[in-house]
Every structure is written in C-alpha cells, then in structure tokens.
C-alpha cells in the first residue's frame, strides 16, 4: 500500500544477544541515513536488546519498506564490522547477525495505530527489562510524553499488557 502506515519486528538472528541496544547509537545512524535517502517517518519504535518494533509511514507513492529495511540492517552491520565487533560470516559469507524474515503488519485504522503504537511503547516491560515505561531510554515513547501525547506515568496499569498480544 504505497504512503500507507507499517508496523514491523525485526529481530536479530540471535536472541539472547545486546548488540541494539550496546550499539544504539550505530543503530540510530543507520535509521537516519537511510531515512535521509528513501524518507519515511517514524511515528513510533522501541529498541530492545535483540528486536525492535516500530511504525512507519512512507511517502505517497511509495511502498518499498523492503529496501529500506534491507539498506538499515546492512548499514548497521556493517558499521559493527568496521568498530571491531566480532562479527562472523557464515558459509555463504555473509553476516548472519539479522534474521532474514520480520513481522509486517499494515495500519488499517486510527484504532489500529493506536493499538500498536500502545505495543510499542509498553513492550520493554512486557519483556521484563523495566518496570515501568518510563524507565526504558530506547523509545519514541519519550517523544510522546515531551509532545504532550502521552503521560510519564502511562503503562502503569498493570493490567494494559493483556491487549497487547501480537507482532513477535
């Protein structure tokens, strides 16, 4: 669906691997330069240790989130190789760092955005690795709260995780 909205999980091929969030900054200069080359907008993401989550829209006219997703994982990679990561090729040499497939989900309605970007932002403690939203430093969800969007104290209900159960 050209210029329409996307929800996406990509994840990296190992599981129990930091690298997103050791590297957040490579991660972040990956998203920018490829944003700068084939625009697209961010309306929300969260950056955990081995997967991210996030919304874009795209630009009228076009629908290639494949490119751009192929361009993001490619950069970051091969920015880690260049830092010294230890990064090893398999027999095809290539990088297996990334897993080849990731959740796509088209956005079909305001409900449907707000429910993802509700996952989104609730997603470090549903995981585990905080408490409570406000405590994870890789999310949009900062940007809602210094726009006026959302409360700090949003996601304290302990009860708001059992609506949001899709995308891994």
């Excluded at 874009?56 to 290639?64: A, H, S, V, Y």
């Excluded at 361009?71 to 760092?97: C, D, H, M, Q």
């Excluded at 409360?151 to 949001?164: E, K, M, Q, R, S």
């Amino acid at each position: 669906m050209a210029g329409g909205t996307f929800f996406f999980t990509v994840t990296l091929k190992d599981r129990s691997s930091t690298l997103l969030v050791e590297h957040i900054d490579q991660l972040r200069g990956a998203f920018k330069t490829v944003s700068a080359q084939s625009p697209f907008t961010i309306d929300a993401i969260v950056i955990l240790p081995e997967h991210l989550h996030t919304i874009w829209t795209l630009p009228e006219n076009d629908d290639d989130y494949p490119k751009r997703w192929r361009a993001i994982k490619s950069l970051f990679t091969r920015t880690l190789n260049k830092k010294g990561v230890e990064l090893r090729k398999n027999s095809r040499g290539e990088y297996p760092l990334w897993q080849r497939r990731y959740w796509e989900h088209t956005i079909h309605s305001e409900n449907d955005l707000q429910s993802h970007v509700d996952y989104v932002h609730y997603n470090p403690v549903k995981h585990g690795l905080v408490s409570r939203v406000c405590e994870w430093p890789y999310s949009s969800f900062h940007r809602y709260v210094k726009d006026g969007l959302l409360d700090v104290n949003w996601g304290d209900d302990t009860n708001i995780d059992n609506n949001l159960n899709f995308g891994e």
